[in-house]
């Protein structure tokens, strides 16, 4: 009989980390929509602001994506769930 790990522990570290700055950049980004929103801000400035926040996330998001076809340990644990 085979001994399971309890899932937890196979959860690759590195993903974990880029999996929270990834929802850290999108909340930035939400927020500070809102934000300009709320307050009906328009022009270049607060245009230029929502972008380099987009982007932020877009890189985020591409380095978590990139880590999970590039990692081992998190492709096993795809394919397990």
Do not use: F
Not at 3 to 23: A, D, H, R, W
Not at 41 to 63: F, I, P
């Amino acid at each position: 009989m085979t001994k399971q790990l309890p899932i937890e522990t196979m959860v690759c570290s590195e993903y974990q980390k880029l999996l929270e700055k990834t929802g850290g950049a999108r909340d930035i980004w939400d927020k500070r929509r809102a934000e300009i929103c709320r307050s009906r801000l328009v022009g270049k400035e607060a245009g230029d602001e929502l972008l380099r926040l987009q982007a932020n996330y877009a890189r985020a998001y591409t380095r978590l994506r990139k880590h999970v076809q590039d990692c081992h340990r998190c492709q096993l644990v795809s394919k397990i769930a």
